[in-house]
């Protein structure tokens, strides 16, 4: 938001305070959407048919909306303007700031399904085959530490090597997100129904 959207530079001006401010605002809304999506997911996935469906479904979100910042930083590149004798930009104009800020709220749609589905399925998957949900957890915790930590190596050099923006790491991105809803509906393999007996006050079961 400071440098894309905002047009500031680090350490120069308010440009570049203000679209941090901006951001901050904006991780608040896709908390609050994440948060209220959260409470939705199972009817979520009967509505696709089924959790595998639903994580493939987010997936192709998460790339569309990692694209759209491409689209976004050159609309705010378009309509920036200066102040005489200044080379601080002005506030990007409300059209680009009221489709960033919607930008942040609707990834807070696949943030939810993220952070609860692939924990639920590792914990189904680990149960049915008799493995231990507390060591299935801690491997896909290390399958998701892993690969935040390669990104956090790679991405600035990646970034510099096409000029030091942002865009080069979130194009990737939307690349992998892409390639993980392909993954997740072809691939991952259904979870099995649900076999649970509920006893019943008569003494029964159903």
């Known amino acids: ?24 605002l904006g991780l608040m809304i896709q908390s609050v959407v994440l948060g209220v999506v959260s409470l939705g997911v ?10 595998k469906m639903l994580w493939g479904i987010v997936n192709f979100l998460l790339a569309i909306c990692l694209a759209l910042t491409v689209l976004i930083t050159n609309m705010a590149e378009n309509t920036r303007h200066f102040p005489p004798n200044s080379t601080d930009p002005l506030p990007p104009v409300t059209s680009v ?5 919607a ?4 990834l807070g749609i ?6 609860s589905v692939p924990f639920a399925l590792a914990s189904i998957f680990s149960n049915t085959s008799g493995a231990g949900q507390g060591l299935s957890l801690g491997v896909l915790n290390i399958s998701i530490c892993i690969p935040q930590m390669f990104v956090s190596f790679v991405s600035g050099p990646w970034d510099a090597l096409f000029g ?15 390639a993980s809803g392909l993954l997740s509906i072809f691939m991952l393999p259904s979870p099995p129904p649900n076999t649970t007996k509920v006893k019943t006050m008569d003494g029964g079961f159903h």
């Open 164 to 178: 030091g923006g942002n865009l080069p790491a979130f194009v990737v991105g939307a690349i992998a997100a892409a």
């Open 42 to 51: 199972n009817v979520l996935a009967r509505g696709v048919g089924g959790v």
């Open 97 to 101: 700031k009221a489709s960033a800020l």
């Open 103 to 106: 930008l942040f709220a609707v």
């Open 110 to 115: 696949p943030l939810a399904i993220t952070y």
């Open 1 to 24: 938001m400071g440098k894309e959207v905002y047009g500031g530079t680090v350490g120069e001006g308010n440009a570049y305070n203000n679209g941090v401010h901006a951001g901050a």
